[in-house]
C-alpha cells in the first residue's frame, strides 16, 4: 500500500494567545518568517520532551521583533505539522503548510494578520487541499497566488535522507514527482505549472510574476539533484528554457531585480540540502555562469535580494556570517558574524535553509542561533546589531568549555572544535572521542542538541566525562573551494590525516588521556569510522552510524549513485580501482577496534547492507562488534523510542572501552 500525505495551505490573522506551558527540555523556532517592514516574526514553535512517543510538533506564533513578545499564535490542525511560512508582499497575510501524516492530507492555510489592529482574532481561510507532499511556499511578487513544490500522491517524504519505500515489485517504475504549483491568494485547487517528468528542487519567483527559475532534473528526485539544471519555466504554459547545466552542483537560484541575470551558489556538494559554494552569475537568456566570488574563503549558504541589493551567508572558517554585496566592487562586505550554529528553519520538502531572514528593504534581519551550551533563541535587529530576543531556553545553557582549534597539515590550515567539561579535576586526564561530520561537504558548527536529536550532543558526552572533538578536516565547508575539493578521489587519505593531525594538536592542549580515544561518525563520517579502525589501533573504540564498507557494492545498492561522480570522477564500473581503494572492507584484516554499527533499515542514502557487510567481516575476525538496524527508518533516525534506544547504547558502548 502506497503511503499518502496530505498538504493544506493556510492564512491566518493573529490573536494575542499565551504559548503553552509544558515541561519542555527545548523550545524549538522552526521556519522563522520576518514580514516585510520587519515588525513581525512567524515560527513554529513546537517543544522536545523528554520521553515523548512521538515526534515534537507546535503552533504558529507571531512575535514582535522587537522585543521578541508574542502577539497571537495559531494551531487549526491539533494533528498537524506545520512548515514553509511566508509573508505576502504587504505583509497582511501569512501563508503555511499544515500536513496531517496519518490521513495523508497537506493544506494550505491563510492567517489574514492584518484583520485587527489589536492581534486579538487571527482568522484562517484553506486556501487549498491536495494529497501528497509539500514545501517551500512563496508569494508570487505582486501578491496574486502562492506557490509551492508538491508531490501529489507521494509515495514517500521528498529527499533520500527519508525512508525509502520497500524494495519489491518491479524497481525503478514512476518515481515521485515534486512540481512548483500554484494556487490563487483567494483560493482554489492547486495548478501543476512544471512539466511532468521533471523533479523541481528549489524555484524562485520572476520579479514580474510571470515565471521561476528552478533547479531540476529528469528521473528520480532523490538521485538526480548532482545533475539537475539552472532551467527558466513559464507560469501560464509550464513551457521550460534551459538558462545553465554546470559541470558541479547549483543551489539557491535568485532572480535579479531587474529581471536579467540569475545568481546562484554553486560548488562541490555531496548532499541536497547542505549548501556551500561560491556565488555564480548568468544571464537569464542563458550562458556560461561567472563565478563572482573566486578565492573567497569561506562557503556561502545562501542568497537574498533585498532593495536591489543582494545579500548572502556562509560559513568563514569558524563563523556563521551575513554578508552584502557592495554596489561599486561587487564583492561581499561583512555586517554581521558569530560562532554559532544558525538556522531559520527545516524545509525538507523544497528549498534549503535560507539561515537568516531579512526584511523588504534589507535593514533588518533575524535568525536562530544556538552554540555548544546554550540552546536556540532568536536573534534579531538591524543587520549589524542582531540581538536575543527570545528566553525561552535560558535556563538549558551549560558552561562549557569550548575552544577553536587550528593547526597546519599537509600545508593546509585546517580547523575544528574541542569542546571540554567547566570543571575539571586537578591531575586528572579524561577520555575523547572524535565526532566526524558527515557529507564530506559539510562542517561541524557549534550545535546544543536535542532529545529527540539521534546524534548524542556534545554536552551529554561531557557531562559523562568526556571531551569531545570535532574536526572539519580537508573537504569541509568553510574555507573556500578549494578546501572543499581537496578530498577528491582521496577519500580516507587527506582528510583522514588531518583528522589524526588534530587529534595530535588537542593531546597538547588538552589534559586528555590518549590512550582512551574513540570515534564516532554518522554517515560519510560513519565511513570514515570504519576507514579509520582499518587504518590505526589508536582508537579504543568506535561508533559507525550508516556508514560505507564497499564502495563497490555500494554503488549498486544506494539510491543516490550520482553524488559519487563529482567526487571519484567516474563510475565504480568505469574506475572501480579508486573505488576499491578507498573502500574499509579492503583492509579488514587490519581492525582490531571494538566497533557499533547501528542503520536505519530503509536508508537510501547509505543502505543496511553496507553495514551488515562491515559486522560480518568484524564477526569474523573475532573482534568485539554489534550491529542495530532500526525498522522503518531511513538515514536520519527520527523515531523517538529508536532515539532513546540508540543514545543509550551509544553511551554504553565508549562507557565499556573508554571508562569515563
Not at 513581525?40 to 517543544?47: D, G, I, N, Q, R
Not at 490542525?77 to 505576502?88: D, E, I, K, Q, V
Not at 574541542?418 to 561537504?441: A, C, D
Amino acid at each position: 500500500m502506497l503511503k499518502q500525505f496530505a498538504i493544506a495551505v493556510v492564512f491566518i490573522a493573529v490573536a494575542v494567545t499565551a504559548p503553552r506551558e509544558t515541561s519542555a527540555t527545548i523550545h524549538e523556532y522552526k521556519f522563522l518568517a520576518i514580514a516585510p517592514n520587519g515588525s513581525l516574526l512567524a515560527t513554529v514553535e513546537p517543544v522536545s520532551l523528554n520521553d515523548s512517543e512521538t515526534e515534537p510538533r507546535g503552533p504558529v506564533v507571531l512575535r514582535r521583533s522587537q522585543d521578541g513578545r508574542v502577539v497571537g499564535q495559531v494551531d487549526p490542525c491539533p494533528r498537524c505539522r506545520y512548515t514553509g511560512l511566508a509573508w505576502s508582499p504587504d505583509g497582511k497575510r501569512l501563508a503555511f503548510l499544515a500536513t496531517d501524516d496519518r490521513v495523508a492530507m497537506v493544506r494550505i492555510e491563510m492567517a489574514l494578520t492584518g484583520a485587527s489592529a489589536n492581534h486579538k482574532a487571527i482568522p484562517i481561510r484553506t486556501l487549498a487541499t491536495f494529497k501528497g507532499v509539500g514545501g517551500t511556499l512563496r508569494w508570487s511578487p505582486d501578491g496574486s497566488q502562492v506557490a509551492l513544490l508538491a508531490t501529489v500522491n507521494a509515495k514517500k517524504l521528498a529527499g533520500a535522507l527519508e525512508a525509502g519505500t520497500p524494495q519489491v515489485g518491479e524497481i525503478g517504475e514512476e518515481p515521485d514527482e515534486q512540481r512548483i504549483a500554484v494556487v490563487p491568494g483567494s483560493g482554489g485547487p492547486i495548478r501543476l505549472v512544471s512539466p511532468v517528468g521533471l523533479y523541481v528542487y528549489e524555484y524562485d519567483w520572476a520579479p514580474d510574476s510571470s515565471g521561476f527559475v528552478a533547479t531540476a532534473a529528469h528521473g528520480n528526485g532523490d538521485e538526480n539533484w548532482w545533475v539537475a539544471e539552472l532551467l527558466l519555466i513559464e507560469l501560464g504554459s509550464g513551457q521550460t528554457h534551459s538558462i545553465a547545466h554546470a559541470d558541479f552542483q547549483i543551489a539557491m537560484p535568485r532572480v535579479s531585480p531587474d529581471g536579467k541575470n540569475v545568481v546562484f551558489i554553486g560548488g562541490l556538494m555531496s548532499d541536497f540540502g547542505t549548501v556551500g559554494g561560491d556565488v555564480y552569475e548568468v544571464s537569464i537568456k542563458g550562458g556560461t555562469p561567472v563565478n563572482r566570488t573566486p578565492g573567497f574563503r569561506g562557503s556561502f549558504w545562501s542568497l537574498a535580494y533585498r532593495a536591489g541589493r543582494l545579500y548572502a551567508t556562509a560559513l568563514v572558517v569558524d563563523h556563521a556570517t551575513l554578508l552584502r554585496f557592495d554596489d561599486t566592487s561587487h564583492q561581499p562586505e561583512t555586517g554581521w558574524s558569530k560562532a554559532a550554529g544558525l538556522s531559520t528553519g527545516d524545509d525538507a520538502a523544497g528549498d534549503v535553509d535560507p539561515t537568516v531572514v531579512l526584511s523588504a528593504d534589507g535593514e533588518y534581519a533575524a535568525t536562530v542561533a544556538e552554540d555548544f551550551g546554550r540552546g536556540p533563541a532568536i536573534l534579531a535587529g538591524p543587520i549589524k546589531a542582531m540581538r536575543q530576543i527570545t528566553t525561552d531556553n535560558d535556563a538549558t545553557q551549560e558552561e562549557l568549555n569550548v575552544t577553536s582549534v587550528t593547526w597546519m597539515n599537509d600545508g593546509y590550515n585546517v580547523q575544528g572544535w574541542l569542546v571540554g567539561p567547566t570543571e575539571r579535576k586537578p591531575g586528572n586526564r579524561y577520555p575523547l572521542i572524535v565526532q566526524v561530520h558527515g557529507g564530506p561537504s559539510w562542517a561541524a558548527s557549534p550545535y546544543f542538541g536535542r532529545d529527540n536529536d539521534f546524534e548524542t550532543a556534545t554536552r551529554e558526552w561531557t557531562a559523562r566525562g568526556y571531551y569531545v572533538f570535532l574536526p572539519n578536516p580537508r573537504g569541509s565547508f568553510g574555507q573556500g573551494e578549494v578546501f572543499t575539493k581537496a578530498n577528491v578521489r582521496d577519500f580516507g587519505g587527506g582528510d583522514f590525516r588531518d583528522i589524526l593531525a588534530g587529534v595530535d594538536a588537542v593531546l597538547k592542549s588538552a589534559p586528555i588521556d590518549e590512550t582512551r580515544l574513540g570515534i564516532y561518525g554518522h554517515s560519510y563520517g560513519g565511513f570514515m569510522t570504519m576507514w579509520t579502525v582499518t587504518h590505526t589501533q589508536r582508537f579504543k573504540a568506535a561508533i559507525a552510524g550508516a556508514g560505507l564498507a564497499n564502495w563497490i557494492s555500494y554503488y549498486g545498492e544506494n539510491g543516490i549513485s550520482q553524488w559519487m561522480i563529482p567526487f571519484f570522477g567516474a563510475s565504480a564500473y568505469d574506475d572501480p580501482a579508486i573505488y576499491r581503494a578507498a573502500s574499509p572492507i579492503e583492509s579488514i584484516a587490519s581492525a582490531r577496534t571494538p566497533t557499533f554499527l547501528y542503520v536505519g533499515e530503509l536508508d537510501i542514502e547509505c543502505p543496511a547492507p553496507q553495514s551488515f557487510e562491515f559486522w560480518r567481516a568484524l564477526k569474523a575476525k573475532g573482534i568485539a562488534t554489534q550491529l542495530i538496524v532500526y525498522p522503518g527508518s531511513g538515514h536520519w533516525i527520527h523515531k523517538p523510542a529508536q532515539v532513546r534506544d540508540l543514545k543509550r547504547r551509544e553511551a554504553a558502548w565508549f562507557d565499556r572501552y573508554l571508562s569515563p
